[in-house]
């Protein structure tokens, strides 16, 4: 009877967990069609800005900006976009992983890496690897606001105009598709030219053509718009990447809590085969009992 009510037990405190994590997967995916939709919307600005910015680097000739110049990476700033809620599988050790491989490579050749890590969980994972993050950033949540991102941003850049940084790199969980998703590092300052999708596509139709010198009049010249259209890709670039690395972590999380669902649902399963079995041995005891009785009062 004890062990009966012992597997009972058990099985009510399995199903009360499956009912939190059925409900944390149902809120997951409800943040990440959320999340996807602002991503996309950074994207396209993004890649857009990026556009622009070749189609003024190819048509205005050599055009000089602090922004361009590349310098020995003596000082690295290091952005880590973790999360501040667990309950994600693998996310955040993951990211934190890809990020101690820039860490390691800084170390081993000389260079100061101040690493600035954005969200909670990924400070333990940077402290188990023996790294201690410059600066801890948990302010940006689930949804990064522009103005939050754009601070953090214009601080690189001032940094790096004025000599302090030589290069600023940031590591996060890049989403490339729905079943697609994995940590990536990639190196914003200083700005070089990057193709979007649409200029990949037509670059490879066009493989057998020379480049084409592109025709504009400009008002006000190349450099001016440069110099406004420069800033503007950084912060986009980083605010983009934070709107990547929400999508990841709700992905991470819905894909994590559709496991232990299921995993939930197994052990019920499981626990009711052991529970009918003990029952039953139960009730074929107290039937042996019951006959052994009514054959000692014959």
Known sequence: MAKAKAILKRRRSVRNTRKITKTMQMLATAKFRQAADRMAGA????????????????????????????????????VIITSNRGLCGGYNGNIVREAVVTIRADRDAGVENQSHLVGKKGLAYMRAMGHEPHTLHTHFGDTPRYPDVLALANSAMEKYERGEIDALTVTWQKYFSLGRQKPHTEQILPVTAHATA?????????????????????????????????????????FTAFQEAVVGESLARMVAMKNATENADEMIKALTRRYNRARQSQITSEICDLMGGVEALK
């Not at 800005?49 to 922004?67: C, F």
């Not at 480049?211 to 450099?223: C, G, K, L, R, S």
Request: aromatic share 6%; no cysteine; glycine share 2%.
């Open 198 to 238: 649409d200029e990949k596509a037509e670059a490879k139709a066009a493989t057998a053509a020379s480049e084409a010198t592109v025709d504009y009049i400009f008002e006000p010249d190349a450099p001016r718009l440069l110099a406004s259209i420069l800033p503007l890709y950084v912060r986009v670039s980083l």
């Open 43 to 78: 994207s396209r600005y993004r890649d857009k800005v990026t556009e622009i910015m070749n189609d003024l680097a190819r048509a205005g000739g050599k055009v000089e900006h602090p922004l361009l110049v590349a310098r020995p990476v003596k000082r690295r700033m290091h």
